[in-house]
Every structure is written in structure tokens, then in C-alpha cells.
């Protein structure tokens, strides 16, 4: 087929796939395409993908074999790398976008951690010396439940006795629904002022504290620790990541400076957001581990070991993750 004859039959495809890509560089609200449209995408340049080669193969003009280089080049950045751009800005928050927006609100985090933990440490102190003060803080029913989970008799540590039969995959999913629902509430009570949030993070802590405290007055404690310790890292961390993002939020609110209250939200929440995100992807990681390893029958001491690796690894990860990117 001469070219003239090649350009008149295939030009109006190619103008198509011209036409849909100038579309798609276009910001989404200025779009005006549906999905049939963008279901067509693939097979234009497959189609161009065929035309270029037998341009090349048939030696056309180079105007020709440069123009259909373009659209190959144009279609395949659309199809394939901009996929890969989101895989690649995903792994690149993980490893360095989420600790340093850690490190860069850091006195909320380290606020949110006095917090949870001084309650906690108040709470398992006063609840191990004193065993009727665990019903100051729990019912009666909660504190049964609690002991029940931890008795050395239960096969499956950790898990309420109707739930022991149940698969670790379910359990997994379970935990998830239970982690994040925690997570998201401490994050969103910091619209109310920041009450919520500090609320949440005291609460938390203090019954923690209070459980871990009377579970090892009673001699719970070789399984109530190695139970706990191996998700605690992952879990412990995200909870309060999630306080402190609600805590930038009400202090947004409360001291919004030259800003408005709403202007002052909206800035505060794209970095909180950040912190959230990255403290979910956390919870999911503890729900893991909570589901599949804290309830197995490896030793304490393995348990223990585990979890001195996962608390040395949130630690290095969140303080030294992302070094050298951050003053690019």
C-alpha cells in the first residue's frame, strides 16, 4: 500500500487517538469524556502500535514514522507509566513520605504519646497494687471478658471463647474492623476542639493500663504480654499517630492565627491526613500479626523476640525513615 493510500485510510484512527489523549492531559472537571470513550483507549493504540511498525517496516516518510512515534510514545506513557507512577508514589510515601511527616509534626506525636502512656503506666501501676480499682474503670462483665481471653486454660489466647474456633483469616478481618475503628474515632474527635482526640488517647490508655495491670496481678501475665507485645508496636504506634492527627485539627481550631477557623482546618488536614493514612496502612499491619502470630503456639521467648525486632523497627523506621529526602 503506497502512503499516501496508508495515511487516507488509517489518518481518521489516528486522529481519534490524538484527540482522546489532548483530553485526557486536560485537568478531570474540564473532561468531557465517558466511558465508552476511555474503554476505546487500549485498542487505539494497539492499532497505532501495528500502523507505526509497518510504517517503519514499509521505510515511509520520517514526518509520518515520527508522528506515529508520538502517539505510541503519548499512548503508552498514558496506559502504563502513569500506573506505575501510582504504585511508585505509594511505595515512595511508605518509605519516606509518612515518617517524615511524622517527624514533621513531632510535638503532636510526642503530646498524643504523653497522653496514652502516663495514663497507661498510672493505670497498670495503681490497678496491679490494687485489685478492686480495675472496677472503677471496667464492669464487672468487661473485666470477666478480659480474664477469660488470658487465662493460661484458653487455647487460643487473646480471642473471647466463642470467637476461638474461628479462623485466623476471620479474625484477621475482624481485628481490622476493630483497629481502624478505634484509629479513625481518636483522629476524628479532633474536630471537637481536640477533645475528642485527647479523650480517646487517655481513655485508651487507661484501660490498657488498667487491664495489663490486673492481668498480671493474678499471674496472666505469660500470656496476656506475649499475646500483646507482638502487635503492640504496630498497633500501640498507629493509635497514637492517629491522636496526634486529631490533635493538629483542634489545635487548627483553636489557635487558627491570621486564618480563618475553616482555612486553618483545611490547611492542617492535608498534613494530618498524611499521618492518618500512613498510621491505617499500620493498624492493617497489626491486624496481621495480631490474627496470625500473636495467638500461635510459638514459645514466649520467640514472642518476645519478634517483638523486640517490630519495636526496633517502628522506631528506626519512624525516626530515621526518609532521611536525605526531606531537604531536597
Known sequence: MRQQAFEAHNGPLWEQLQALLD???????KRSLDKTAMGRLP????????????????RYSPALV????????????????????????????IGSGFPLAVREHARYFWFAVALFLLPALLAGGYCYADPE?????????????????????????GRELERGSESDFVMFGFYISNNIGVGFRTFAGG????????????????????????LSRIGYQETFWPFVSGHGALELTAIVICGAAGLMLGHALLAPGQLTRSEALKDAASGALRLVMGAA???????????????????????????????????????AGGVGRGSR
Do not use: T
Not at 510514545?73 to 498514558?78: D, N
Not at 472496677?135 to 478480659?146: C, K, P, R, T, W
Open 281 to 319: 496502612l499500620m493498624l492493617v499491619g497489626a491486624a496481621f500479626v495480631e490474627a496470625f502470630w500473636s495467638s500461635s503456639e510459638m514459645s514466649n521467648a520467640v514472642k518476645y523476640g519478634v517483638a523486640g525486632v517490630l519495636w526496633l523497627f517502628v522506631m528506626g523506621y519512624l525516626a
Open 133 to 157: 480499682l480495675i472496677y472503677s474503670i471496667l464492669d464487672e462483665q468487661q473485666v470477666a471478658e478480659m480474664e477469660s481471653m488470658y487465662d493460661p486454660a484458653n487455647r487460643r489466647p
Open 191 to 214: 474536630v471537637l476542639l481536640g477533645i475528642g482526640s485527647v479523650f480517646f488517647l487517655v481513655f485508651n490508655g487507661l484501660v490498657l493500663g488498667s487491664v495489663a495491670g490486673h
Open 23 to 29: 483530553e485526557l492531559q486536560k485537568p478531570r472537571y
Open 43 to 58: 485498542w487505539l493504540y494497539r492499532q497505532v502500535c501495528s500502523h507505526y511498525a509497518l510504517a517503519r517496516s514499509r
Open 66 to 93: 515520527a508522528q506515529l512515534h508520538d502517539l505510541v510514545l503519548r499512548g503508552h506513557r498514558r496506559l502504563y507509566r502513569r500506573r506505575g507512577a501510582w504504585l511508585w508514589r505509594s511505595l515512595a510515601f
